[in-house]
């Protein structure tokens, strides 16, 4: 049997630069969201997206919607609510922004393979690493987000600091994403798939 992989989508912003709910955004017919969530499940058993308290979105059954008890604190703490719901026997868990609608899966299985080495794995862009899309080993990053929160951080970058971090370098994950969509993500109209 194949080891089960999480896919959890964090969709608990305020979509504030977007000017409107982006996640509902149609792209080619169907919902921004919707897309984030076809990416992920050519390399996940399982769908947990992580959604701002009192939302409501129209998603599959298969995928599960867990509210944020910490509406609208920031990344980190969607984290932690997102993997305080994953089942307790997996451990792969591949974490993408629900405003990632090009993530390619090719690369979001090579995120997930460099967790044979390490505790998290993220891509790097041709100046930084990049938090999203990463991928984690839940037993590690589950209790150190804890530990962040706990001590007031809300950053995603802050988590990566505490993990030992495999970082894909930009012309090896452009091998499967030769125009670099993975790292697309929609602050504002502009942002949108053409």
Same mark, same amino acid.
């Given at each position: 049997?194949?080891?089960?992989?999480? %896919?959890?989508?964090? %969709?608990?912003?305020?979509?504030?630069?977007?000017?409107?709910?982006?996640?509902?955004?149609?792209?080619?017919?169907?919902?921004?969201?919707?897309?984030?969530?076809?990416? +992920? &499940?050519?390399? %996940?058993?399982? +769908?947990?997206?992580?959604?701002?308290?009192?939302? @409501?979105?129209? #998603?599959?059954?298969?995928?599960?919607?867990?509210?944020?008890?910490?509406?609208?604190?920031?990344? #980190? %703490?969607? /984290?932690?609510?997102? #993997?305080?719901? +994953?089942?307790?026997?997996?451990?792969?868990?591949?974490?993408?922004?629900?405003?990632?609608?090009?993530?390619?899966?090719?690369? /979001?299985? &090579?995120?997930?393979?460099?967790?044979?080495?390490?505790?998290?794995?993220?891509?790097?862009?041709?100046? &930084?690493?990049?938090?999203?899309?990463?991928?984690?080993? &839940?037993?590690?990053?589950?209790? @150190? +987000?804890?530990?962040? /929160?706990?001590?007031?951080?809300?950053?995603?970058?802050?988590? #990566?600091?505490?993990?030992?971090?495999?970082?894909?370098?930009?012309?090896?994950?452009?091998?499967?994403?030769?125009?670099?969509?993975? /790292?697309?993500?929609?602050?504002?109209?502009?942002?949108?798939?053409?």
């Amino acid at each position: 049997m194949t080891e089960r992989v999480t %896919a959890l989508i964090l %969709a608990g912003g305020r979509s504030s630069r977007f000017g409107r709910d982006k996640l509902a955004e149609p792209i080619d017919g169907r919902t921004m969201l919707d897309h984030v969530v076809d990416r +992920v &499940r050519d390399v %996940a058993t399982d +769908v947990v997206v992580v959604a701002a308290a009192g939302a @409501s979105i129209d #998603l599959p059954s298969d995928v599960e919607v867990v509210q944020d008890d910490r509406s609208f604190e920031g990344p #980190l %703490a969607g /984290l932690g609510v997102g #993997l305080r719901a +994953v089942d307790p026997g997996v451990e792969r868990v591949i974490v993408v922004g629900g405003d990632m609608p090009t993530v390619v899966p090719a690369v /979001l299985a &090579r995120l997930v393979a460099a967790l044979d080495r390490r505790e998290a794995a993220m891509l790097a862009d041709d100046t &930084r690493e990049r938090p999203l899309p990463m991928a984690l080993r &839940r037993s590690v990053a589950s209790p @150190s +987000v804890d530990r962040l /929160l706990d001590d007031g951080e809300r950053r995603l970058r802050a988590l #990566l600091q505490h993990l030992d971090v495999e970082v894909i370098p930009y012309e090896t994950w452009r091998e499967d994403d030769p125009a670099g969509e993975s /790292l697309r993500d929609v602050d504002v109209p502009g942002d949108l798939p053409g």
